[in-house]
């Protein structure tokens, strides 16, 4: 027989289960993350992730819904406006938050004032890769800035778009060279990286994750990453540390966030569900073998985090003098 307290106790586990508490008219309506890039990158694979094991969490279905565009700015634009129901969700490179406000003048959101933070999720390097359009001799970063002042003609580099954290990547990789690379924007770092293979683009800067499959390609060499440290992945691949770069040490980081408005309940339930998502062995290892690193963390430190980074990047947009249109 079941007794008063154990209940009770059942009746409180399942409580905790919904972000939206005693309100039934949201049962098993889907919760939405919505995503600024397009399939197949890094972003909608951590969206993917986390809407499966979300979904078990929260009991409701999770689906991911990829706005590409803008750079991230329609996906940012389209949470914004949402109704703070906890239905739908932000999931972002941290680069469409905190660099964004220092090179677009006229930029349609504030990241600290119009989104409210849940989860940081997880972060992982970028690195930079060629294609056939790069001869295949050319097998260093030394090498291959050599190539881009010899060849302007095809000094060219690909990145998920203007203003992210690849394109100024790239920017300070043409600096050191003295290289005119000239950056061409995608609606998503994996779209760039398939022209590269296909000899479309002869460079792109990505989050690693998106290289990683293409280890064994002979369409794609991965040069340099950002990461302190080689990565278990491509252990052949120097960081550019290692080659005398190492302002060019980063990474990006992947969090949740939910429209201005959400009810505080509704955003401490669903950080606890999100972190716990991304908690269990058989995640973890999906991530680490795409080179993503868990981070979680309190709320209160993710929006500490998304405050210090965008402080952060203002200087390195300011040097560069770079400023986006629209």
């Not at 905190?98 to 989860?119: E, F, G």
């Not at 073998?289 to 390195?316: C, H, N, Y």
């Amino acid at each position: 027989m079941t007794s008063r307290r154990h209940f009770l106790a059942a009746s409180a586990a399942a409580l905790s289960v919904s972000p939206w508490m005693l309100n039934t008219s949201h049962a098993k309506q889907a919760v939405r993350l919505v995503v600024g890039f397009a399939a197949g990158g890094s972003a909608d694979y951590v969206a993917r992730q986390l809407a499966q094991y979300l979904a078990d969490e929260i009991d409701q279905p999770v689906l991911v819904d990829n706005r590409p565009g803008a750079g991230g700015r329609i996906a940012v634009d389209a949470v914004k406006n949402a109704k703070p129901d906890g239905l739908t969700l932000l999931l972002t490179p941290g680069s469409i938050l905190t660099i964004y406000p220092h090179v677009y003048d006229k930029l349609s959101y504030n990241p600290l004032t119009d989104l409210a933070p849940i989860a940081s999720l997880c972060a992982l390097p970028y690195s930079v890769n060629v294609g056939s359009l790069v001869p295949d001799s050319v097998r260093s970063l030394k090498e291959f800035g050599a190539w881009l002042v010899a060849n302007p003609q095809q000094a060219s580099y690909g990145s998920p778009g203007a203003g992210t954290t690849p394109h100024f990547l790239g920017a300070m990789f043409a600096s050191r060279v003295g290289a005119n690379y000239v950056h061409a924007p995608y609606k998503g770092g994996a779209l760039a990286l398939q022209d590269v293979m296909g000899g479309q683009l002869s460079s792109s800067f990505n989050v690693v994750s998106e290289a990683i499959p293409y280890a064994d390609s002979p369409k794609v060499r991965t040069l340099a990453v950002s990461s302190a440290k080689r990565i278990a992945q491509l252990p052949n691949v120097p960081t550019f540390a290692e080659l005398g770069m190492g302002d060019m040490t980063s990474q990006e980081w992947f969090g949740l966030l939910a429209p201005r408005g959400t009810k505080p309940e509704v955003l401490a339930r669903l950080h606890t569900a999100a972190t716990h998502s991304f908690s269990g062995a058989k995640v973890q290892k999906a991530l680490a073998e795409m080179a993503f690193g868990v981070t979680p963390s309190s709320r209160d430190a993710f929006a500490q985090m998304l405050k210090a980074d965008i402080g952060k990047w203002g200087p390195v947009v300011k040097s560069t003098g770079f400023k986006a249109e629209g």
